[in-house]
C-alpha cells in the first residue's frame, strides 16, 4: 500500500478561495514533500518539511506537519485557475525511495 | 540548466516491439530514478540508480523491462518485448540527495497496440 494517502480524492472550488489537501502516512520520516503535476507534466517539487518542523510557508503556499498524528495538510491560499493540477505528499523510506500516494486533484474555476 | 530532459516524448508500438526510452538527468545529480504512472495504479517506482549503479530494481514489473545507466549522463529504460498493458507514461528523475527533492522530466508517453 502506499505510504502517503492525500484527502481529499478531489477539490473543486472557486478562484481567489483557499484549498486545502491532507496526507497521511504510516511509518516514521524525516521529511515529507508535496510535489504538482500539471495535465500531461511531470511532477514539480513545491515544499519539503523536515520531520522536526511543524509548519512552513513558501509564497501561497502553507505545509503543516503532526508526526504525532502522521499527517501533513497543504494550503493554497487565494487560489489562481493556474493551480489547476494535481497534488501530491511524498515521504522517504529508509533506503530514499520517495513514496507517493494517489494525488489531489484540485480544479479552480474562474 | 535545461532540467531533465527525456525522449522520445510519445512513442506508439505495437505489441512485440522493443522499446526503448532515454533520459539525461540534471548534471551533478547522482540520483537517477525511473517511474511509471498509470490511473489505475498510480506512480509507481521502477528502479534507481546511485553514481551509476542501480541499488533497488524491486518496483520492475518483470523481466521484459531492463534499465541501464552506462554514465553520469545518460539512463535506458527498456521494455522487450512490450505488451499492451505497458502502456503509461514514463517519467525519469533525479537528485543531488537521495532523500530529498526529485526533479522531474516531462516524461514519455508510452501507447502499446
Known amino acids: 500500500s502506499q505510504q502517503g494517502e492525500e484527502d481529499p480524492q478531489a477539490l473543486s472550488i472557486q478562484e481567489g478561495e483557499n484549498a486545502t489537501m491532507n496526507c497521511s502516512y504510516k511509518t516514521s520520516i524525516n521529511n515529507l514533500q508535496w510535489y504538482r503535476q500539471n495535465s500531461g507534466r511531470g511532477l514539480v517539487h513545491l515544499i519539503l518539511i523536515r520531520s522536526n518542523e511543524r509548519e512552513k510557508h513558501s509564497g501561497r503556499l502553507r505545509v503543516t506537519l503532526d508526526t504525532s498524528k502522521k499527517s501533513s495538510s497543504l494550503l493554497i491560499t487565494a487560489s489562481r485557475a493556474a493551480d489547476t493540477a494535481s497534488y501530491f505528499c511524498a515521504t522517504p523510506d529508509s533506503w530514499g525511495k520517495l513514496q507517493f500516494g494517489a494525488g489531489t486533484q484540485v480544479v479552480v474555476t474562474p | 540548466d535545461a532540467g531533465v530532459i527525456q525522449s522520445p516524448r510519445h512513442e506508439v508500438t505495437e505489441m512485440g516491439q522493443e522499446v526503448t526510452l532515454r533520459c539525461k538527468p540534471i548534471?551533478?545529480?547522482?540520483?537517477l530514478f525511473w517511474y511509471r504512472q498509470t490511473m489505475m495504479r498510480g506512480l509507481e517506482l521502477l528502479i534507481y540508480?546511485?553514481?551509476?549503479?542501480?541499488?533497488?530494481d524491486s518496483g520492475m514489473p518483470e523481466d521484459r523491462f531492463s534499465a541501464k545507466m552506462p554514465n553520469a549522463s545518460f539512463s535506458t529504460l527498456k521494455i522487450q518485448p512490450s505488451e499492451p498493458r505497458d502502456s503509461a507514461v514514463y517519467f525519469c528523475?533525479?537528485?543531488?540527495?537521495?532523500?530529498?527533492?526529485?526533479?522531474f522530466g516531462p516524461g514519455t508517453r508510452l501507447t502499446v497496440t
Open positions: 540508480f546511485n553514481n551509476n549503479v542501480p541499488i533497488d
Open positions: 528523475a533525479s537528485s543531488n540527495r537521495g532523500n530529498y527533492e526529485q526533479y
Open positions: 548534471s551533478g545529480h547522482d540520483y
